[in-house]
């Protein structure tokens, strides 16, 4: 005999790109039915106006996002803007699982939060990176088993804490002066309509943003680094725009501890920490990661190089910022916390060329 | 109890951008098992080398493209240039299932092959586009029911096909003069190194190619056009490169057979001809097809129009010419071919945006 | 001794993207001096906020879009939306030369102008495209040598009408079922913060628009070709959006009137029609266009294939929208008016790759 | 009375990128008439097979490239493969100016050359790079006037010196840990057919190379920062390849040596330092460069910020590499070799949007 349950999922603010991505997703998942679907401003036209690309959900009705609309579902995904996932979290019964792809829970530090976002801060809830590096021979998948609460980690925070955190956990390199520099899909910035995210602006040409320490992710990722056994961690961080819709390409340097170390003790490093991760792929020596390699699947592709002459390590990591960097890791948190096989309804392949 | 069989699949042309979609998707089949892969100038090589993109397969050591390399499967694809497929399908047993994803096997008449190929033809297989009009309240998923020979359809040919289609079965619209102009990604034109083909020429430029009516694929809508009931098929046929790696949008015109034939009565054609095709979806009035809303899926998005000054009939239709242009359409009838259900492991959301 | 004169410009709508493109090239005009640069909302603001591209206009201070700011110039351009021209212009002296940018004075047809803008017809302004065949060895260009008021054609019209013209005016090719289907860059659609415009919708995907004959270039399409010689046009349109920002590589047909007329006949007719002119050229034969070969630049290229089992011919015509589409044409108009060499301050080189 | 001089200007490897947008801006500069252009293994075909955008010079033949085709004109352009240019220099008269678009003549350092190119050093010639600060109020261009040899910089070089070189030559940021992170247009990798350059692997997505220090411009850069007054100088360095056809946007940091410096001297430092150029702005602040502006100009725009955290001086700078990277910067020196004013027939307004 064989028994297969099922889990219900609603998602709030449906009409997103990254409220898409997590419906792409787990309408292929094996054991989940979604539920309901929300959004704000769009309450009341069909999930096929908003995600044309979604055809097997065309037809459902987006509800208001309420947490009426979002009872009764073995999990809520939140897909919302920062700042407004706390108060409808709070609504929500505690055995209801609940990720919350927004930044609002995720930092540690309430003065943090407060730095970078200029807001009451509304609590930190287990850190949905399965695997990051919490200690020898520790994951932080260990503390996602079981919760029902889960904040999804920010894409470019993912890119470059798993490119950096396996040189960082082994004390090879240090988080003293970190520097990272991202080439980034334009579906990070979402739906917004502003004139620089208009498509005239961006095809054949590149633009930073946030430039100069100002960017939100900068303290989550010295949180990750410092989690990885870092304990001064300072990092300049600079995000750039190219004309894609989707990827991250993240490269990421960070000064060797001891510039005698050999290749080989450097390469074992990042070797031992992915070896046995579904997702997250040290690619052979001499390939580099491109973010098409892993355009709609959740998977991270990363490769370290040591530079000699500058003292450095230089990693390059590339995801899919829809998938691993955000609903891909909602998902793989999701069946952790349910107790599912952690690769449940997700693909390693990437939809390249 | 519950028997599940499982199919193994060798993958002839393993390391071209055909070859990796169609692993792409047999790799996400449940009920297949991937056996060999092959290719020509890159065998000894593994399969991680030519598509990075397909990390559960990066290990696999591609084979010479022999008759004994792919012995012993139950289905063979072959991805090989045109012309390459006749000899060594011929030396495949008959109860092999072969899918050509080359164009050898698809033209019925052996003139239409010589004059558009120069070359002496390879005999023609059951047609593998599932959803082509046959007659009235027939399809062609009927021949391939059972077939262990299918010839997968051409993409540029898929696209206008499905398109229009539905005006030429109902005798609505004129096969005597139509047209058609596509935007193509790139992936289309394969592998090849050939300097039109380079990021930098393709980049913020649009170009035609095969003007004129040269283009291979045109005796084969026309022979589509007749099977739905066109008995005498005129095609100006024109694709153009734009700046996208996958992505067929076909807009194809036909003139109305009487000009006065209401809206309702062409609508309900298109309408009527894909109501219960689970890969082909005419949208709701006033939403065009996108590229975007098909990549990665086995879709055909589709619509129509009436244009009453110019009598015509306008047709746009989307797919992912690697997906149902290519590979999902194998699967497709490799699903009808085995006696699976149709849908099996191919999705219908694309990856947007 | 040596007299050169000196005029002076103002620009409208200078904060726009067809705004922009004429001061790029005004800035580089020998004989032109920019005065008043005018806007509506983004008065106040300097033009380097909203054209940072244009370097050395950078500090120039936008003024309020009135007659007022615009008067005393020799030259006024009018880069305003649709409909918003005809008041202000009436205001202007009739010894300014003004270009209109927009759509309001190109029609012939009142008529015809309701039918597709749905306002009050502003009147009919000597038409800016100079290469329009207006009978046997004339051109449109003795129409706007000394007018004080010039209609700047369309964009997509001046592409379909470059490809067709000569074939029309040779009484070769019917204009009685022509289709044209056009890959358009984004930039055509202006600045509008709209979601389909957006980098993300647009990135790897393309999309049709304004499809079924509802476009607002079709009357003037018809209008020019008409003029060209053709009793009696009918005209299929398609423009789609592709991931460019500049460029339209359009794709035209007609019907030969006699299926017999040689290949060489055809070809003279296109050799003819362009060998004096100075920014349109016929490529060599197997030589097709791109958009990339005109960008920056004030030329149009077009080849002509004869498709012989379609009875078709089929044109193929490459411009930058925003140059030979738009500014380049007023410059070019400018030029003529004023009795300066035709060619001043504009380019015929494109900028690739 | 006015007399204007007239030079001749050859071109050899006029069928490539670099070769082609030289002929693009000597064609439009007033004082220079092309001469010879020369090929390699497309002598004998004409330049409108290779550079179909150049249609004022279409049908130009390509010469073999020979001493003798490059002799008798004032100035000679090599836009050939690195090492290919000593040996034909060296054939030419010293009274001819060589601008050598290649890498052979940059570098002082033999060593250096050797130890990156891996062949014997051709010599130094004076650096095309004329706003190279050089030492307290003095500029590189004073080497550059009235040489007859030059060697034009490389298109990474030129982004990251001009965006670090006016902290570094202030004393103000430490050129011991700089970090330098590139987002680079395809052409910068010339017409070469390999894999990794075809559009369908560009598009959608971004790949790194010469990872890990390897990059032969790294001494070039280093030699620049020793030139502004570095004594030491340790760079990491990473180009990126994104889906543009031209542009390079450089993301490069540097420690500050006084953590703190205020802001306003560091702003004053980029201030001075291009306060008088023609073609290198500091953008005002908050407003950062794209590359889109830039385009078919030979401008450098450079923003500068610092992040007070991280203890470092981030700079960003926009340039086309074709023409400020490339051919504009050759121009830009031809200018002052030969006495012309610096800008002639270069332009400073980028081709945007």
């Not at 889990?7 to 309901?36: C, K, M, N, Q, W």
């Not at 209801?96 to 829970?105: E, K, P, R, S, T």
């Not at 990042?270 to 709609?296: C, N, R």
Request: aromatic letters at 4%.
């Amino acid at each position: 005999m064989f028994i297969r349950m099922t889990f219900t999922a609603a998602v709030a603010g449906a009409s997103g790109y990254a409220g898409g991505e997590i419906l792409r997703l787990l309408a292929a998942h094996p054991d989940v039915e979604i539920g309901a679907v929300t959004a704000h401003s769009n309450a009341g036209q069909t999930l096929g106006q908003h995600q044309p690309h979604l055809r097997s959900l065309a037809d459902r009705v987006l509800e208001p996002t309420t947490a009426e609309a979002l009872a009764g579902h073995d999990v809520v995904v939140l897909a919302l803007p920062h700042g407004a996932s706390g108060e409808i979290a709070a609504r929500l019964p505690d055995d209801v699982l609940v990720l919350d792809l927004g930044a609002d829970h995720r930092l540690a530090s309430a003065a943090d939060w407060e730095t970078y976002y200029g807001s009451a801060h509304a609590g930190t809830w287990p850190y949905g990176m399965p695997e990051l590096i919490t200690g020898p021979g520790t994951r932080q998948r260990e503390s996602i088993a079981g919760a029902r609460r889960v904040a999804v980690p920010g894409c470019n925070v993912t890119a470059v804490t798993l490119g950096l955190q396996p040189g960082v956990a082994a004390g090879l390199v240090s988080p003293a002066d970190v520097v990272a520099v991202l080439a980034n899909g334009y579906s990070g910035a979402g739906k917004s309509l502003k004139s620089h995210l208009l498509a005239s602006e961006a095809l054949g040409s590149a633009q930073p943003y946030a430039v100069g320490g100002t960017h939100r992710h900068i303290p989550e990722i010295a949180q990750n680094l410092r989690t990885a056994g870092a304990p001064d961690v300072t990092i300049s961080f600079t995000p750039t725009l190219v004309p894609m819709s989707r990827g991250i390409l993240a490269t990421a340097t960070a000064r060797l501890v001891d510039p005698a170390t050999p290749d080989d003790a450097i390469r074992a490093a990042w070797q031992d920490a992915y070896a046995d991760e579904p997702f997250v792929h040290l690619l052979p020596e001499g390939t580099w990661p491109t973010t098409a390699m892993t355009l709609g699947a959740n998977t991270a592709l990363v490769q370290v190089a040591v530079d000699r002459r500058a003292g450095r390590v230089v990693t390059v990591t590339a995801i899919d910022n829809l998938v691993k960097g955000t609903a891909g890791a909602a998902v793989q948190s999701m069946n952790i916390a349910l107790g599912l096989p952690e690769t449940t309804g997700l693909s390693v392949e990437g939809v390249a060329p």
